[in-house]
């Protein structure tokens, strides 16, 4: 599975940014998807996922600003990223897991500067 992301950019505090992410190279729908994020010197944290069915999770940092969406005819996911802190900065990776299998983007960068 090949995982496409795009999105990133640079924005001011409080600012908003969306980012895209979409699978291909599969029949299948991945059961879950996600955002991930790696700050400079930071481990990667898991930031939002989604189920098939629609259930998702986020961090607690980022709860009340981020949403993640997907559109399972397009095996694609979807990151709204609204209030955005100089703590969101990071390089952004989507995350798709199909039957156990997980594979990973190329990462897409987020700079909110203050």
């Known amino acids: 599975v090949q995982l496409q992301a795009s999105g990133g950019g640079q924005v001011q505090a409080g600012g908003s940014l969306r980012l895209s992410c979409a699978a291909s190279?599969?029949?299948?729908?991945?059961?879950?998807m996600s955002w991930y994020r790696q700050a400079p010197g930071k481990q990667r944290e898991l930031v939002a996922g989604?189920?098939?069915?629609?259930?998702?999770n986020y961090a607690d940092s980022v709860k009340g600003r981020f949403a993640i969406s997907r559109d399972n005819a397009k095996n694609a996911v979807y990151l709204q990223m609204n209030s955005l802190k100089p703590e969101d900065t990071a390089v952004y990776y989507c995350?798709?897991?199909?039957?156990?299998?997980?594979?990973w983007g190329q990462g897409t960068l987020v700079t909110v500067s203050s």
């Open positions: 190279g599969s029949i299948l729908s991945p059961n879950y």
């Open positions: 995350n798709a897991v199909i039957y156990g299998l997980s594979s």
């Open positions: 989604i189920f098939s069915g629609g259930s998702t």
